[in-house]
């Protein structure tokens, strides 16, 4: 009887992890390459002021390349014409995968202001400059987008470490207890795992 029972226990905690593998969200994103003289467009998030490309969750109706263009003008104030598609990213964390679309752009109006609410900063860096501060999920769709890359796929690891239900008031009030410079706290928080955590599945053309 004790068998069957540990038996019984070991089987409803595979299938509770399974459904747990088969039921993690996907959630679609589109962020924007912009690179003038060879210098990339990067923005400054307020969060936990680190760099990355401007970009953000897609809306409900949306293409990834509506809100590609969206989100340059929100989090930026300029307006842009897509070029390529440099790749595509997924950040698979603990309860959720990220697919990043990245697409090259070109400026075709507006004036460069950082949206107050999210960004703190917007800037242009040549490729040899980056920000210490850099978001590491996004140093492989820069160097792609600087490499003229089209059609990437990538896989990287361990973009969101916590368990299933923490949240982001769950993360601030994290960050704010530690006592730490908002970007040696990101830097605590979303450790970079190492170049294993990366794994190119399909390989974009130059």
């Known amino acids: 009887m004790i068998a069957i029972c ?5 089987l409803f905690c595979q299938i509770h992890v399974i459904h747990a593998i088969l039921s993690m969200p996907t959630m679609l994103a589109s962020s924007i390459a912009i690179i003038e003289n060879n210098r990339i467009l990067l923005i400054q ?3 936990f002021h680190v760099w ?3 970009g953000g969750d897609v809306d409900p109706g949306e293409s990834l390349a509506q809100a590609a263009r969206r989100e340059a ?5 300029l307006e842009v014409t897509l070029t390529r598609l440099v790749g595509m990213y997924s950040l698979v964390g603990n309860d ?8 090259a752009a070109r400026v075709t109006g507006g004036n460069l202001r950082p949206q107050l609410r999210e960004i703190a900063d917007v800037d242009w860096f040549p490729a040899d400059a980056l920000p210490d501060e850099l978001m590491w999920w996004h140093r492989q769709p820069i160097a792609d987008a600087f490499a003229g890359m ?5 896989r990287q690891e361990g973009g969101w470490p916590f368990p299933p239900g923490f949240t982001r008031h769950d993360l601030y009030a994290i960050r704010d207890a ?8 990101f830097r605590q928080l979303f450790p970079y795992p190492g170049p294993e955590a990366e794994l190119l599945e399909t390989p974009g053309r130059v």
């Open 6 to 10: 540990f038996i019984a226990t070991r």
């Open 45 to 47: 998030r307020e969060d």
């Open 52 to 54: 990355g490309l401007p």
């Open 73 to 77: 003008r929100e989090e930026t104030g």
């Open 96 to 103: 959720h995968t990220l697919v990043t679309a990245v697409f």
């Open 150 to 154: 089209t059609g990437a796929v990538w």
């Open 178 to 185: 530690s006592g730490l410079p908002r970007p040696d706290a």
